[in-house]
């Protein structure tokens, strides 16, 4: 990337937009999946969870957010973040929980050749700054996120942003039982 172009965080209103988020997820989901996942569960689970019409769903509904970061001003996207607002389903998750309102940080995903641009903040910061900004915006008192146990670079990642264990829950995978942690911080 040129030196000019600054890495833009953006709250996505267009639904147009959708596919161009889930390629960036198709290429970023494989790569946080513990080594035994299998290319057909990673497969199964990007058609099933990660598509074009899931980002649209989210970009039009009220309980979630989906932010992107760009390569400069309408660049192409190199990172992306969904944000829920409901309460979660899961009771382990509710558990570890402190009380009051919480945010999901439920995706949180950048291009490999964008971790480390050399150009300031980097845009997994970028984009972590702007998700637990929104939280606060829609009144969240603590963000949560589930990392799989087995996801070292992303553990390291997510204490540094704040986020402490506090937690465990399942994660199915076509079949395939994860473990995550639950990470929570205050806001």
């Not at 989901?29 to 598509?51: D, K």
């Not at 400069?72 to 509710?94: E, K, M, N, Q, T």
Request: with cysteine.
């Amino acid at each position: 990337m040129p030196a000019d172009r600054p890495v833009l965080i953006e709250l996505v209103t267009d639904p147009g937009a959708a596919a161009e988020i889930a390629f960036v997820a198709a290429v970023t989901f494989p790569l946080a999946c513990p080594p035994h996942s299998t290319r057909e569960n990673i497969a199964a689970h990007l058609a099933g969870s990660l598509t074009p019409e899931h980002f649209a769903h989210w970009i039009t509904g009220d309980d979630h957010d989906v932010l992107v970061a760009r390569d400069g001003r309408g660049g192409p996207p190199i990172g992306y973040s969904l944000i829920g607002y409901g309460p979660p389903a899961d009771p382990a998750v509710r558990d570890a929980l402190p009380g009051g309102r919480a945010v999901e940080v439920s995706k949180m995903y950048v291009l490999p050749d964008h971790h480390g641009t050399g150009r300031g903040a980097r845009p997994s910061h970028l984009l972590m700054a702007a998700a637990l900004d929104a939280g606060r915006a829609r009144g969240a008192e603590s963000a949560w996120l589930g990392v799989n146990q087995l996801n070292a670079r992303a553990l390291t990642y997510y204490r540094k942003m704040g986020f402490a264990v506090a937690g465990t829950r399942s994660f199915d995978m076509n079949g395939a039982v994860e473990h995550d942690y639950v990470m929570v911080r205050g806001l």
